[in-house]
């Protein structure tokens, strides 16, 4: 019943977590992962960007919580999957081919990869992280989900490339050589967390997931089983902790006390004038906030396609005024707060909606293979968690 040994290590402002999972198989029940080693080290609060840190600071941090995850799970970590939560951005690239009436095969879309227009974008200071078709247009006339199998004389298809910074890509890589450890794969984060909090339904018919980081709210928006856009905003719960510091003159430590405790407490629950005047200044940046998000979803090309359902995820999500305040602006919407599906382990864990970039790049790894394709590693889907449709380039 035993199978592979999964490793994630998700390194962001608030935080350093180390998942490893393994994959089991259970005769008629299927392939599932089960957690069985996880290690949390937090960062200091006013870290905004963890490699910006003293590089030993920030080593020891890692080897921390990797031990902590080896000595629960009683292996050792050779090769992880690592998230990129910085520096990603996304831009569309249509391709056309000439097809002269022929059939429209997988090798015909993933010949994209071999080309001029999908090389060139590996440069100095950036290269791709991954590639999703959004569209396809037969004879530049006729849309289809699914070209395959189609005659056609020319197929349009619209990429969907998320780009990273090489420099960024490069450093993160040496650290972990100087660990011994060799990085499988980088993940953007954005990604993996649709990956972890998605049904089925939700991916195939479509959803915007809302990740309230630490330092950044991230939007993204999944249709037809497809990341097909992202955006972000540079606030997060950081934000809110300062402007209680600066307003309430307290430290920033003592603010971000004040800011967690009133994540769960209603305005009935208020104990003194510093609550008081704190929920204020809270409750005025939750809404400066939403507004911001709900702004960004209105001006997205693609948010008529999947702005029915509403999924919230990370540190954000935990605060009881930031929820109600995405309900109440978009009250006609389906709302509800994301957890890591399809996954077995701690419930306090598998459940914690700030986990699931962690858990999304478990997800990731456990559902495709490396695949190497001209001069550059590419992935191939191999048990597929979404649609048929797409096997062939699902992860790349």
């Given amino acids: 019943m035993s199978g592979n040994i999964i490793n994630a290590i998700d390194i962001r402002p608030d935080r350093v977590i180390c998942l490893i999972a393994q994959e089991l198989e259970i005769v008629n029940k299927g392939t599932f992962l089960q957690l069985i080693g996880y290690g949390i080290e937090e960062f200091p609060l006013n870290c905004s960007d963890p490699f910006q840190l003293d590089e030993l600071e920030l080593k020891n941090k890692i080897k921390k919580?990797?031990?902590?995850?080896?000595?629960?799970?009683?292996?050792?970590?050779?090769?992880?999957?690592?998230?990129?939560?910085?520096?990603n951005k996304s831009i569309l690239?249509?391709?056309?081919?000439?097809?002269?009436?022929?059939l429209v095969t997988e090798d015909v879309?993933?010949?994209?990869?071999?080309?001029?227009?999908?090389q060139s974008l590996y440069m100095d200071q950036q290269e791709p992280l991954h590639s999703f078709p959004i569209s396809f247009r037969i004879d530049n006339a006729k849309s289809v989900s699914d070209p395959i199998g189609i005659k056609a004389k020319t197929?349009?298809?619209?990429?969907?490339?998320?780009?990273?910074?090489?420099?960024?890509?490069?450093?993160?890589?040496?650290?972990?050589?100087?660990?011994?450890?060799?990085?499988?794969?980088?993940?953007?984060?954005?990604?993996?967390?649709?990956?972890?909090?998605?049904?089925?339904?939700?991916?195939?018919?479509?959803?915007?997931?809302?990740?309230?980081?630490k330092m950044k709210t991230f939007i993204s928006y999944i249709f037809d089983n497809q990341l097909i856009s992202f955006q972000e905003i540079p606030i997060g719960t950081y934000h809110i902790s300062k402007d209680i510091s600066q307003l309430m003159n307290v430290s920033i430590e003592d603010a971000d006390d004040i800011r967690k405790r009133l994540n769960t407490i209603g305005e009935q629950q208020l104990r003194d004038k510093i609550d008081i005047d704190s929920s204020q200044i809270f409750n005025s940046r939750c809404e400066e906030l939403v507004e911001l998000?709900?702004?960004?979803?209105?001006?997205?090309?693609?948010?008529?396609?999947?702005?029915?359902?509403?999924?919230?995820?990370?540190?954000?999500?935990?605060?009881?005024?930031?929820?109600k305040q995405i309900k109440k602006v978009m009250s006609k919407k389906h709302i509800r707060l994301g957890s890591t599906l399809k996954f077995n382990g701690l419930k306090t864990i598998v459940d914690n909606p700030s986990l699931t970039s962690s858990f999304g790049l478990l997800l990731y790894s456990s559902s495709h293979d490396l695949e190497f394709n001209g001069n550059n590693s590419v992935n191939n889907k191999n048990n597929s968690i979404f649609s048929n449709i797409y096997n062939f380039f699902k992860s790349i």
């Fill in 65 to 87: 919580v990797i031990l902590k995850a080896e000595n629960e799970s009683n292996t050792r970590i050779k090769e992880a999957y690592v998230n990129i939560f910085d520096s």
């Fill in 93 to 102: 690239i249509d391709d056309e081919i000439d097809l002269n009436n022929s």
């Fill in 109 to 118: 879309i993933k010949s994209f990869f071999k080309k001029n227009q999908f």
């Fill in 155 to 213: 197929l349009t298809t619209k990429w969907h490339i998320i780009l990273s910074n090489s420099n960024q890509l490069e450093n993160i890589m040496s650290i972990f050589e100087s660990m011994n450890i060799s990085i499988t794969q980088f993940v953007a984060s954005c990604y993996a967390s649709t990956l972890a909090t998605l049904n089925d339904v939700e991916t195939s018919l479509g959803a915007i997931l809302i990740d309230i980081g």
């Fill in 293 to 323: 998000i709900q702004r960004e979803i209105e001006n997205s090309k693609y948010s008529y396609l999947v702005d029915n359902n509403i999924i919230i995820t990370g540190k954000g999500s935990k605060s009881i005024k930031i929820i």
